[in-house]
């Protein structure tokens, strides 16, 4: 039992500061997005078209949020859009 508890406890340890996005991270993702997005509008510009317009819904959403979980979590989806 206490085995498992410590090996609990130090997936916890290692993993919590894994999860919590940075300032740095949700720029990286930011530039990420854009990076794809254009990358879309070359290969397929009509389903650059929507997923453009998705984005920019998404951005204006999020324009007063301060939780870089939320912008990270936004981010991540709009990449997911582009796949």
Known sequence: MKK???AVTMLMLTAAPSLACTAEEAQT???DVTVKLQELATKNPQKAMEVSQKIQETQSSLANTT???TVCKAYDEMLDMMK
Do not use: I, P, S, V
Request: proline share 0%; hydrophobic share 45%; aromatic share 0%.
């Open 4 to 6: 498992t508890l410590l």
């Open 29 to 31: 993702k930011a530039n």
């Open 67 to 69: 939780d870089l979980e």
